[in-house]
Each structure stands twice: as structure tokens, then as C-alpha cells.
């Protein structure tokens, strides 16, 4: 399961990115004031429900000892954390096939093969090929200017614009009485527009001019943005994080996501030094700007002296990197259902190797998601062999979940099988992990016992979904389905932090599986030898009874809640 990601950190991200992607970020983050339609009726379990004894059967194919020995093996160091993308992704990827392959299961990825191939593209300042130059004075990069990935150069005399925002609605203009034209604007990153909170911007306020964009609208030629205080004053920090940060994203996003924004003007961050330098013997010194900022405070805007002329080059480079997603299907046996799927997945990446911890650097991923990779493997497995039912299953093994939910997003937004006949998706993402009695980690503290799972989303959407998942658990094991995550308020916004989301947000009714947060959640220590085998085997079992069940209902779950998600 994806980290919680913070609006802090997306200001943060957002000095150093293009517009593009700052774009995206602020759209991802304007999901947070969703309102859930409370679920009110919790859904009453009709009493009887028959599982027959040839399904039951083919649930038992799941086994413990099955699933202990896949997760150990995709989850060795040999894999070495599956990071997306890298050689042990591609490998587990390659297991995944060759088992599906030999279960006779149909690819439904790329050109009638198991996968789904997703172009990455990771753009990389060329620091020997970016510099400034002041009046004869060389900067350099890394020491003295970071800079955002937007290739270009820029020259001309300095304006300094404050905040940088335009907010006509708000008679904010921070441009007002200087002229930008052909000219570079210095803009302070510190300073929110007055008058306007940075969380109504795009939502409430609909006319606002953010700083690069205002000032490339009015003809400037480059932008100095001078960063937050915080930035500065750890420069060395921020610079080794920009400097060795990869920058990979999905091809195909940027492509798109590049359509509907300009192209950014080229942006450098200068650093206290050459803050100092570029407003030596202007009417406020760096110092005074660098006060300013903490106090929120800019002041109105200036030229510099006309004799200053600043000259920048930005220079990128593309590589690209090719990952996967992995699809299979088992054609339904109803001449009409079959065209209707039951969509089962996981993620079968983590975070790959970083930061040692007791002297171990390579994050196993052996909960995360390791024990959903092999679930849904055994799961597919088992459906092979029989009794085959009346709608399709679709089984995607989902990448780079890990990055932000990238392989569910590109395989909803690029379906290989028509998205509108997927009538559910059941997510598992995290399933190994049990309290044991007498727990008192604190860390552990809201993970699930042996014979319990968090079941999130699934009375959200449809109250058909939500009572069909409790009846064929009540008359199969009778697990402790626990809906604790089921609540709008959630401060973990568990919701919103694994690939089921991506099938939430095109109206699809989801269950998500989940077995808490524990002390190795994203930890080189989740190992395979912490894992429940038992529990595993349980909840996996339940998984293919409900889809089963779901599969073969007369009538595909009605969604009579939908989720009101803003757009994107
Ligand atoms: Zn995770």
C-alpha cells in the first residue's frame, strides 16, 4: 500500500516540478474534501446463501503451503524490493506469466501477451550543461542554482514580482507597475496571494494566475523563484534530494497531462548566496527578503538596476524505462455474462531498496504486497481448474502502486478489456500480517487478528456489493470483517491509498482487502517468515468464494451510491 502522501510535501515538490505536474498534484490532492455518501443501511445479510461443495472445493485449492512458498520467493532479496521499475519487478512479472501460462489462462495485455506494457520517461537536469551568469559571475548548479526539469534559457534585466499570484476576482495583481516583457521575474515561493487560501485555489477561486504562469503571460522570458525559507536554509539537503532523486513517470501521463498546460518558462532556485548577489544594493538586500519571507510578507514589486542582467541555461535529459502490468482473463461460461467481469488484483511491486535499518537496505515487500501478488496467483490457479463461471475474470497484477496507484490508473484509463463491463474489483493489498495475542506494540496496534480483515469500500458505492461480500462470508469461514476504514474521516484516507481507487473513481464497485497498518509496514522487516500463512489461505479463500459468487449472480451489482469525486 501506497505511503500517505501529505499536502506539505506536495508544496514542497511543487518549487522543483513543472507546471504539469504540479497540475496533477493539486488535482490528486483536491480529492481530499470527497464526500462519501454515508453508508446508512448496513446491508442486511439475507439468511440463506448456498456455497456449493464444487466451489467450496475449488476455494481449498488455496493453500497455506502454496502461498508460503510463491511469497518467499517473490518476496527474496533476489527481487531485491521490486521497485518499478527494475529487474526484480520484471522478473517477478515473468514468474507471474509463466504460472499463468502453464494454468492455460487467456493474456489479455499488450498484443496477446500477458502484458501490459507502460513507457516511463524520467527527465534528469544535465548539471554539466546548466549554469547562470551574472555581470561576468558564474553560478553554478547544485552549489549555488537548482533549477526545474523544463529545458530552455533565459536572459534579460531581473524584475521582482513578490507573491507572483494574479487574482483579479480578488484584486490581487502582484505585477502591478513593472513591466516583465522580455525581462526575468524573481518571485518569492514563500508567499501565499493574499486574500486567498492556497487550498481554495482551483476550487473556490477559479481565476487565479499562478507565479509562472502570470508572468510568462506577460512576456517574461525566465523565472527566478527565490524558494521557502525552510528550502533555504537547508539547501544542502534539498540539493542532494534533487540531485539524486530519479525522476521516472508514466509516458503517457506527462504526454497528456503536458496537453492542457503550457509550457512552463525556465525556472532556476538560487541559493542564499546568489540571493545575496542578485540584490546587492537593491532596495531590499537578500537578507531582508529572506526575513520577509518567513513573515509572509514580499512587498510590492521592482526592477533591479537596469546594469544587472542575468543569463540561465536549463538542460535536461530524457532515458525512458519500459514496466508492466500483468493481465489474464478466464473466460466466463454464459454466452452473454462472459462479456461481464469480475476484476481481481493486487500490486506487485514495493518500494525496491533504501534507506539500511539494522544494516539491511533491501525492503522485502512480503505483506506489501507480496502476500496480495500470490493471492491472487493461487486465486487465478484455482478458477482455471474449474468449475468455470458464468461471467469473466479479469486478474490484474498492477505496477508501481507504490509510485502513486500508476498501474491501476493506466490500466483504467488504458483498458485492455471494456472498462463499463467490469461490474467489481476486488483489491487485496496487504493480507499476511496478524496480531498475535499480547501484542503490546503500539505500532500494531490497528493491525487484524488471525481470523479478521479490514474490508474497505465495499458497502460505499453499492449496498448489493456490501450485503452479497457479508452473506457469502457468513456462510463460508464467518471471518470478522471489520469496516473501521469505511469512514469519510479517516485520517489514513486508506481509501485512497491502493489500486482499487483508480476503479472507484470510473464508477466501479470495489472491495479492498487490508490487514493493517504494523510495525514493518514499509520496513526492510517485511520478511515472508512474519507472514500468517493461515490467515492468508482465509481471506484469500473468502476472496474466491465472493468473486465467485459475484461471477455467477443474475445481476451485476448496482451502484445506488456513487462516489462524489471531483474531476479530474
Ligand atoms: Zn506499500
Redo the contacts with the bound molecule.
Keep these: 500500500?501506497?505511503?500517505l502522501s501529505l499536502l506539505g510535501l506536495v508544496l514542497t515538490a511543487a518549487l522543483v516540478l513543472p507546471t504539469a505536474t504540479i497540475g496533477a498534484r493539486v488535482r490528486t490532492t483536491r480529492l481530499s474534501t470527497v464526500a462519501f455518501s454515508p453508508a446508512t443501511t448496513a446491508a442486511k445479510a439475507s439468511a440463506s446463501s448456498v456455497i456449493t461443495a464444487a466451489v467450496r472445493e475449488a476455494a481449498e485449492r488455496v493453500t497455506a503451503a502454496r502461498l508460503k512458498e510463491d511469497l518467499y520467493y517473490i518476496s527474496s532479496d533476489a527481487m531485491a524490493g521490486r521497485a518499478t521499475p527494475s529487474p526484480g519487478l520484471d522478473a517477478t512479472a515473468k514468474f507471474i506469466a509463466d504460472r499463468l501460462k502453464a494454468a492455460k489462462l487467456k493474456p489479455a495485455g499488450d498484443d496477446g501477451t500477458y502484458f501490459q506494457r507502460i513507457e516511463l520517461r524520467s527527465i534528469k537536469v544535465d548539471g554539466s550543461q546548466t549554469s547562470a551568469e551574472m555581470n561576468g559571475k558564474t553560478f553554478k548548479y547544485g552549489d549555488d542554482l537548482l533549477v526545474a526539469p523544463t529545458p530552455g534559457s533565459a536572459s534579460g534585466q531581473l524584475v521582482y514580482a513578490g507573491h507572483g499570484w494574479v487574482i483579479k476576482s480578488k484584486n490581487v495583481d502582484a505585477y502591478q507597475g513593472v513591466d516583465v516583457r522580455n525581462k526575468i521575474v524573481i518571485i518569492s515561493a514563500a508567499a501565499a496571494p493574499p486574500n486567498a487560501a492556497p487550498t481554495e485555489i482551483g476550487k473556490v477561486i477559479q481565476d487565479a494566475e499562478s507565479p509562472v504562469s502570470a508572468a510568462q503571460k506577460r512576456g517574461a522570458k525566465g523565472v527566478v523563484m527565490i524558494p521557502r525559507y525552510p528550502d533555504l536554509a537547508q539547501w544542502w539537503a534539498g540539493r542532494r534530494r534533487v540531485l539524486e532523486r530519479d525522476r521516472f513517470g508514466v509516458a503517457r501521463f506527462q504526454d497528456r497531462d503536458a496537453g492542457d498546460t503550457p509550457s512552463a518558462l525556465p525556472t532556476i532556485m538560487p541559493s542564499e548566496a546568489m540571493l545575496d548577489q542578485l540584490f546587492a544594493g537593491e532596495q531590499q538586500g537578500g537578507a531582508e527578503l529572506r526575513r520577509n519571507t518567513v513573515a509572509g510578507t514580499t512587498g510590492p514589486a521592482f526592477d533591479l538596476a537596469a546594469t544587472k542582467s542575468l543569463s540561465f541555461k536549463v538542460s535536461v535529459a530524457n532515458t525512458t524505462a519500459i514496466t508492466q502490468n500483468v493481465v489474464a482473463v478466464l473466460e466466463g461460461k454464459d454466452r452473454e455474462l462472459k462479456k461481464e467481469y469480475v476484476a481481481i488484483g493486487a500490486h506487485y511491486d514495493?518500494?525496491g531498496t533504501g534507506r539500511p535499518i539494522n544494516g539491511d537496505a533491501i525492503y522485502n515487500?512480503a505483506d506489501?504486497?507480496g502476500s496480495g501478488t500470490v493471492a491472487v496467483l493461487s486465486l487465478a490457479e484455482a478458477f482455471a481448474r474449474g468449475p468455470r463461471p458464468k461471467r469473466s475474470i479479469l486478474f490484474v497484477w498492477h505496477a508501481a502502486?507504490?509510485r502513486g496507484l500508476w498501474g491501476s490508473e493506466y490500466f483504467t484509463d488504458y483498458p485492455t478489456v471494456p472498462l463499463n463491463q467490469v461490474v467489481a474489483q476486488l483489491n487485496i493489498d496487504m493480507i499476511g500480517r496478524s496480531r498475535k495475542e499480547g501484542d503490546a506494540n503500539p505500532k500494531n496496534r490497528g493491525l487484524t487478528g488471525p481470523d479478521e480483515i479490514y474490508v474497505i469500500g465495499s458497502k460505499l458505492m453499492s449496498t448489493e456489493l456490501g450485503s452479497l461480500s457479508e452473506r457469502v462470508n457468513q456462510s463460508y469461514l464467518n471471518l470478522k470483517l471489520n469496516y473501521f476504514y469505511d469512514n469519510p474521516n479517516d485520517s489514513e484516507r486508506l481509501f485512497y491509498r491502493s489500486d482499487h481507487y483508480n476503479y472507484a473513481r470510473k464508477g466501479i464497485p470495489i472491495i479492498f482487502y487490508f490487514d493493517g497498518i504494523h510495525e514493518d509496514?514499509?520496513q526492510p522487516s517485511d520478511t515472508a517468515d512474519k507472514i500468517d500463512y493461515q490467515k492468508m489461505e482465509k481471506v484469500a479463500r473468502t476472496v474466491f468464494v465472493t468473486a465467485y459468487e459475484l461471477s455467477d449472480a443474475a445481476k451485476r451489482p448496482t451502484v445506488d451510491k456513487p462516489l462524489q469525486m471531483p474531476e479530474r
Design positions: 500500500m501506497k505511503r514495493h518500494v515487500g506489501d504486497d502502486e507504490e509496514y514499509h
